[in-house]
């Protein structure tokens, strides 16, 4: 067996280097590509930024440009390992969990303010 394969049996897929991260992040101008969340605003959001195999890489997405993406911490935890047919599909869940997620922080702020009085 080539060094290569048993490496890959070992240790699971090669990590993205850090040139191919680089060049995603500088072709998606430092944005998420699912919420909109500008890197270079501020070094909080620059430090958030990841990498997001569209297709999961888990489930044999490939390390190759057309399938990654830029994504905030947040958006690639939400989407996770699931499957989507395209970038659009899983923005769209992404989205919308966000949204949910954020009626539970409005409603968690109400039940703070009414306690708080
Ligand atoms: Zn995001």
């Known amino acids: 067996m080539p060094i290569k394969q048993i490496k890959r049996f070992l240790f699971g897929p090669p990590r993205l280097s850090r040139e191919e991260a680089m060049k995603v992040f500088k072709r998606d101008h430092f944005k998420c590509q699912y919420c909109g969340l500008e890197g270079m605003q501020s070094f909080e959001n620059w430090l958030i930024l990841t990498i997001d195999h569209v297709h999961p890489h888990a489930r044999g997405g490939a390390h190759s440009m057309n399938n990654l993406v830029t994504a905030c911490q947040p958006c690639n935890l939400i989407k996770g390992k699931r499957e989507y047919k395209t970038l659009e599909d899983a923005k769209k869940h992404v989205l919308a969990k966000r949204e949910e997620w954020q009626q539970r922080y ?6 703070g303010a009414a306690a708080a009085h």
């Open 106 to 111: 409005q409603s968690q702020l109400k039940a």
